[in-house]
């Protein structure tokens, strides 16, 4: 999928930093059309993501790659907390950045989709395996208020739809600001964890 006129290029892992605390922030980097995000998981552990414009027809080659986002994170300053502790015991996967958001209801007969399937956004968030896992225990509830399965699933999509879409806007609205070299992820981010403090 093409975003903003441009494919994006994906790396992501998972880094464990036993000297480093995490605040209850993301931190965030940009260097030409490098984007580079570190998103706390636990007091010191995170996610790390590196967005690239790239061909359409690119693909990373795995045996490389760990290697190549090394090297890609070693030219940003400041980010030897993360360069020092990457390891190859937490591989670096790559995808094409793509967006999927369904507008219609998620369910049709006795079908029922979540996570990526109704709502992929980009990783600028750490927040897919969270909106899929919420999903999850929505559609539990709402099968067990409920003795129609239809009923069922029309209010879990009323109640998971705006929160998770609000969530994937915001994801998307960084990576869009960033390509421009536009201001105001900082915001974003900090409206998308009042989000998430929100009941639902």
């Given at each position: 999928?093409?975003?903003?006129?441009?494919?994006?290029?994906?790396?992501?892992?998972?880094?464990?930093?036993?000297d480093f605390t995490?605040?209850?922030?993301?931190?965030?980097?940009?260097?030409?059309?490098?984007?580079?995000?570190?998103?706390?998981?636990?007091?010191?552990?995170?996610?790390?993501?590196?967005?690239?414009?790239?061909?359409?027809?690119?693909?990373?080659?795995?045996?490389?790659?760990?290697?190549?986002?090394?090297?890609?994170?070693?030219?940003?300053?400041?980010?030897?907390?993360?360069?020092?502790?990457?390891?190859?015991?937490?591989?670096?996967?790559?995808?094409?950045?793509?967006?999927?958001?369904?507008?219609?209801?998620?369910?049709?007969?006795?079908?029922?989709?979540?996570?990526?399937?109704?709502?992929?956004?980009?990783?600028?968030?750490?927040?897919?395996?969270?909106?899929?896992?919420?999903?999850?225990?929505?559609?539990?509830?709402?099968?067990?208020?409920?003795?129609?399965?239809?009923?069922?699933?029309?209010?879990?999509?009323?109640?998971?739809?705006?929160?998770?879409?609000?969530?994937?806007?915001?994801?998307?609205e960084i990576v869009?600001?960033?390509?421009?070299?536009?201001?105001?992820?900082?915001?974003?981010?900090?409206?998308?964890?009042?989000?998430?403090?929100?009941?639902?």
């Amino acid at each position: 999928l093409i975003l903003w006129g441009q494919s994006l290029g994906a790396w992501r892992f998972y880094i464990e930093l036993p000297d480093f605390t995490f605040e209850d922030a993301t931190l965030m980097y940009r260097s030409g059309d490098t984007q580079i995000g570190v998103v706390p998981l636990a007091e010191h552990a995170g996610y790390v993501f590196v967005l690239q414009p790239c061909t359409s027809d690119y693909w990373d080659i795995k045996d490389t790659r760990f290697d190549r986002v090394k090297e890609i994170l070693s030219g940003f300053p400041g980010l030897d907390f993360v360069t020092k502790h990457m390891s190859k015991e937490h591989p670096v996967m790559f995808n094409k950045l793509e967006q999927v958001a369904v507008q219609e209801p998620w369910y049709k007969g006795r079908v029922v989709i979540g996570g990526d399937a109704a709502h992929a956004g980009a990783p600028t968030l750490a927040q897919g395996a969270a909106m899929a896992i919420e999903d999850a225990i929505v559609l539990a509830e709402e099968l067990k208020n409920h003795d129609d399965i239809e009923t069922a699933f029309h209010a879990y999509y009323e109640r998971r739809a705006p929160r998770a879409l609000k969530v994937q806007n915001l994801s998307s609205e960084i990576v869009r600001r960033g390509l421009k070299g536009e201001p105001g992820a900082e915001e974003l981010i900090g409206e998308c964890y009042a989000v998430l403090r929100e009941g639902y």
